[in-house]
């Protein structure tokens, strides 16, 4: 049986979530929010089982990066009993 992970969000990760929630609003639809939600879900829950599911990455090989979308990404940490989402990545946005 696989253990299951808790997710812990951070500070920057909420905060971004907020961001996007409010650009998505303001640039696409309420349709796109829930859309972004649904598939913020869905990644916490694979995450969750399966944390080394997305890849590491080359340049800091303690953070992996989760492509929930073309447009978003996740970045995390795996700790020993717990998942850390770092923040998340808006493509879309105009930086």
Do not use: C
Request: glycine residues 2%.
């Amino acid at each position: 049986m696989v253990e299951r992970k808790r997710v812990v969000w951070s500070l920057e990760s909420s905060d971004k979530i907020q961001e996007i929630k409010a650009y998505l609003l303001e640039e696409w639809s309420e349709s796109e929010v829930n859309s972004f939600l649904i598939r913020l879900k869905k990644f916490e829950n694979r995450v969750s089982y399966f944390p080394r599911l997305y890849p590491a990455s080359l340049k800091f090989s303690h953070l992996r990066k989760a492509v929930i979308s073309k447009h978003q990404s996740v970045v995390y940490e795996i700790g020993e009993d717990t998942v850390k989402v770092i923040t998340i990545l808006d493509n879309r946005q105009k930086n």
